[in-house]
């Protein structure tokens, strides 16, 4: 590990260096941060370390708690709800709000994405599969000129899958893709409403995948 980092957009890199290690699983859910063993560790204060700490208390990945530290926060069922819901409507909005900006190419990147996805699926790597269903959405959120949104919406994407040793289902997996071609066939007849329903009611909501989500995190009744 360096010793330093750079000194340009501090708070920025400290707060990318917490996830990472949340993505590795150095830190994992139930554990606690030591601030001032982290501070050390980066050679910083604990000032851009605070800051950093208060952007994911924010985000829903920890809780400062006074004179205590900082605990990661674990993933509860009503929380995984909670984000299906938020990121079905949010989605659903764009695509009614944006429909008409859509264009032939953009439904052609899906495409071409949905391929990867399910070629990333094949390959067992779920790691580049994640990366390449953001990329999927991204595709029509960015159509969107309401950048607000788009900052709302990502944070809580990563809260869902950012911690590693989940149980990939290959089922599931290509279940989603199916629904991703559902979605663009929609796009592709002009239909907008079906289009929003398939992103709102399928495929983000939380009951049609609520099995699925319980075998994923480990969440059983």
Request: aromatic share 10%.
């Amino acid at each position: 590990m360096e010793n330093q980092l750079n000194i340009t957009s501090l708070r920025e890199q400290v707060y990318a260096y917490l996830r990472k290690q949340m993505n590795l699983g150095t830190f994992i859910p139930g554990s606690t941060i030591n601030i001032g063993e982290i501070a050390k560790q980066l050679g910083i204060s604990k000032t851009p370390l605070r800051d950093a700490l208060i952007h994911l208390e924010i985000e829903g990945f920890v809780t400062v708690l006074p004179r205590r530290g900082v605990r990661v926060n674990m993933l509860e069922l009503a929380d995984v709800k909670n984000a299906y819901d938020a990121i079905g409507m949010v989605e659903a909005s764009i695509i009614l709000d944006c429909f008409e900006r859509i264009k032939p190419s953009h439904i052609s990147k899906l495409e071409k994405l949905n391929e990867a996805m399910i070629s990333d699926i094949k390959k067992n790597d779920f790691k580049q599969l994640f990366k390449t269903n953001l990329q999927f959405h991204d595709v029509y959120l960015n159509v969107s000129d309401n950048k607000l949104l788009k900052k709302f919406i990502l944070p809580i994407k990563h809260r869902l899958y950012d911690f590693p040793k989940k149980n990939y289902i290959n089922d599931w997996e290509n279940r989603n893709c199916k629904e991703h071609q559902m979605f663009i066939d929609h796009l592709k007849e002009g239909n907008s409403k079906d289009a929003a329903k398939t992103l709102k009611d399928v495929h983000w909501s939380f009951d049609f995948q609520e099995v699925f989500i319980k075998k994923f995190y480990n969440m059983g009744d």
